[in-house]
T-cell receptor
C-alpha cells in the first residue's frame, strides 16, 4: 500500500507570492491533516479535512487555507507569502476522524521564501 | 491550553545501550492520548508508540516502552538495545479525546546513536 505522498518536495518562492501544496493520503484514508514544522516553533497543527470539510483549524492567519477533494486528496494554499512561512509542511492521513491511534505522515514539502 | 515539553534537546546513547527520553505535558483533561513519533533524517515521521490515558499499563512495542505517570503528567520513552537506525528526532505528542483535532507536539529530542 502506497504511503502518503506530497508534491512538490521542494519549493522556492518570493515574498508576496502564493503557493499550493498537494497531499495524497493513503488509499482508504479520509482524514488529512496539515502541519507546519519550523526550528523555532516546532510542529504546529494547521487544519484537518474530512469528507471535503474542514473540521478544525489551528492558530494560523487566514492566509493559510486548504481544501479536500472527493478522492480525499488535499491541497494547502498560502497566499501573500512571508519570510516566516519558510518551513517544512507535513501532511498526515488516517482512516477517519475517530481513528486516533495511527496517523501516517508524508515526507513533507520544504518551502523556502526569499 | 495543553502544552508538551521535551526538556532534552539532544541525547546520545551507545549502540546496544538503553536511553530514556523525557516528556511532560500539561492538561486539565482526563481522557487523552499520548504518542511518540520518530522523524529520521529522511523526514518521514512515523509512529513509535502510543498510550491511552485511561490505561494504567505502560505501552510496549518491541524495544520501545513508555513510563506513563498520569498524576505527574509524565510520558517518557525508553529505547532498549539501541541501534544505529534509532538515530532520529523524537517527538512527544498529546491528543485530546474530546477535541479530536487538538494535537500538540513537543519541540523534539535529537537522538544520536554512537557505534
Amino acid at each position: 500500500k502506497a504511503g502518503v505522498t506530497q508534491t512538490p518536495r521542494y519549493l522556492i518562492k518570493t515574498r508576496g507570492q502564493q503557493v499550493t501544496l498537494s497531499c495524497s493520503p493513503i488509499s482508504g484514508h479520509r482524514s488529512v491533516s496539515w502541519y507546519q514544522q519550523t526550528p523555532g516553533q516546532g510542529l504546529q497543527f494547521l487544519f484537518e479535512y474530512f469528507s471535503e470539510t474542514q473540521r478544525n483549524k489551528g492558530n494560523f492567519p487566514g492566509r493559510f487555507s486548504g481544501r479536500q477533494f472527493s478522492n480525499s486528496r488535499s491541497e494547502m494554499n498560502v497566499s501573500t507569502l512571508e519570510l516566516g512561512d519558510s518551513a517544512l509542511y507535513l501532511c498526515a492521513s488516517k482512516r477517519g476522524l475517530a481513528d486516533y491511534n495511527e496517523q501516517f505522515f508524508g515526507p513533507g514539502t520544504r518551502l523556502t521564501v526569499l | 491550553a495543553q502544552t508538551v515539553t521535551q526538556s532534552q534537546p539532544e541525547m546520545s546513547v551507545q549502540e546496544a545501550e538503553t536511553v530514556t527520553l523525557s516528556c511532560t505535558y500539561d492538561t486539565s483533561e482526563s481522557d487523552y492520548y499520548l504518542f511518540w513519533y520518530k522523524q529520521p533524517p529522511s523526514r518521514q515521521m512515523i509512529l513509535v508508540i502510543r498510550q491511552e490515558a485511561y490505561k494504567q499499563q505502560n505501552a510496549t512495542e518491541n524495544r520501545f516502552s513508555v513510563n506513563f505517570q498520569k498524576a505527574a503528567k509524565s510520558f517518557s520513552l525508553k529505547i532498549s538495545d539501541s541501534q544505529l537506525g534509532d538515530a532520529a528526532m523524537y517527538f512527544c505528542a498529546y491528543r485530546s479525546a474530546n477535541k479530536i483535532n487538538d494535537m500538540r507536539f513537543g519541540a523534539g529530542t535529537r537522538l544520536t546513536v554512537k557505534p
